[in-house]
Structures are given as C-alpha cells and as structure tokens.
C-alpha cells in the first residue's frame, strides 16, 4: 500500500477494495480514497471515478449508508463524464440500486432502462440485469435477458458477413446473457426452452473446445495465496510476471481473464499452481524456473492435464480465488478497475 503523500496507482486502488472486506476502520479507507481525488494524488486521472465508486461501495457494504453512497456515486459519474471517458454504466447500475434502496422507484428503474441498450453492445454489461435480481425484478430480468439474446442472434443472422472482431464480440456477449439466463430461469424454476437449450449446447461445446484446441484449454494458471509466497519466496523475479503480492496477483488474473473474455474467447477457467510443481517440472525439462518460457510451459501442462475451475462464477457463488468470500464481494470488483 502507498503512504498518503504518494499518488495511487489502479492496482493501489484494487488492494483498498479488496482491504475493505477486512479492514477494522473502512471509514479510514473511505477517506484515502475521497482525499486522494480531491487532493489530485490519483495517478490516472482516469481512475478518479474508480476511487469514488469504490468509495460508494464501501459505505454501502460496510456502514449501510445508502444515502451518503449516492452521493460519492454521482460524483463518480460527474468524474467519469468530465474527463470524456465511456459510458462507465457500473457506476450508473449502482446509483439506479442506490435510488431503489431509498425508495426513489421510479428514478431506479428509469436509469436501469437508459442502461438497458448496453446488453447488446458490452460483453461486461451483465450488472444491468444483476441490479434487477438484487432490487427483486427477476422476472423483468429475465425478459431483459431474453430479448437481448434474440437481438445479437438475429444481428448475426442479417449480418453474416460482419468483421471477425465484431462477431467475435457477439459471440461474447451471446454466452454471458444466455448462461446468466440460464442461471437465472433455474432458480426461478422455469421449464427449459430453446434459449435454455442453447446454454446447454454451448457450455458443452466450450467444454469440448477446452479438450481439443492444440495450444490447450482456454485458461490461466493462478497461485493460490500460500502457493503465491512460497513462489515469490523461491523466485522474487516472478513477481514481475505474477504480482508483487497475494491482491496484485488476483487482480492480474481477473482482468486478464476479462480481457479474454472480451476478445470473444469462451469457455474460460482457472487451474492451480505450486511452487513446487514449478521446481519439479524446471528440474526434469533442465528449465530455469525463472525464466518466463519455462512457467509458461508449465501453466500449459497444467491447463492440459488439470480439470479448470470455471470462470465466472456466479456472482452469490464462492470466488475463485478460494478466499471464501462470494465473488461479487471478492474478485468480481478487481475487473472494474
């Protein structure tokens, strides 16, 4: 963590969030983050409206302050639009949560439904409709997610044609929405239905492609946080390569996991690694464990032999990181930043 007199970095701000499920004062992280955008001792300017959001979430989480976190939200949102940035709608889902939980209904479900057209456009844009399950608008939920699928397979349909990059994205955002429709018709005991169908034969196409591609399945190697240590312990030069620490690590892992993700790659999971089986593999392949082709070769077998955690979890499912903690409230916010 950095002193309070140095600027902080995107992965300074990810270590705060993550501190805050733990940290005996949040009301002190609360301010290190409010000050450091005031005082300019941010050093992205970028992720000015990041260090406001997070700030929000902490006080709803952890101090149950729904009003306060609406105002730290609509400054994140004031932040985000005076520095010409994307439509950052997280920020705008939360505020729409926030409204609801004060009793402004009305607000709530006007600023879901002005987010409502980023379900065919942004592979990330699930917590549109993950608002509408929190508030109790499963149903709308579900009706939001069917139509956004029907949309992006028309669009496939009457645009055969289109850049690979674009159909690559479409197919990204075709398998979150329907997997979260899935997930969500099944808890709502719902009879399958062609979409449903479709979920099924696509989660095991991913799976067969994870057995068959040539290069491996489609994932990363993670260190679980004892394993992590012992590495660093061994080998401090992959801490360029895997982080300098156990937060840094994860973060790392979750968005480039999102990345893969948006370049259309499906199917995503996550296997464990050991210091030891790095020192082991090194020895019999006559690698150095530090050199960065010989981890790489190990992640690589590892991914060909091991069955992968999958990735994502659903967000009330435990984190993949084998913290315990839901995924929403451990390793979900590290793709945000």
Known sequence: MTSSTELLSSDDLDEIGHLAYSAPDPEALVTRLVDAVDGGQILDKRDFGYALTLAAEIVEREEDDPERALALTERAIDVHRTHGEPDHGYSRAMRARLLHRLGRVDEAMAGLEEL???LTVDPTATYV??????????DLAERWLTDAVRELLGRTTDRPYAA???QQQTAAMVYGLVQQRHRLRGE???PHDDLDNLA???RAASSRALDQLDDGPNGIVFWPRAEFNALLLRWPALAETYGTGWDDHRARAERDLVELAEEGVSGLGLVAGSA???ASFARDADLDPTDLAAVDEYADSLLAEADPIPWPPGRNEPCWCGSGSKYKKCCLPRSRS
């Not at 409709?129 to 499963?138: A, P």
Request: charged residues 45%; glycine residues 8%.
């Open 164 to 166: 690979e990059e674009s």
């Open 276 to 278: 030891e089986g790095v």
């Open 200 to 202: 099924d034969r696509l």
């Open 129 to 138: 409709t993950e608002v509408l399950e929190e508030v109790g608008y499963d």
């Open 188 to 190: 709502m005991d719902l």
């Open 116 to 118: 409502r057209p980023l």
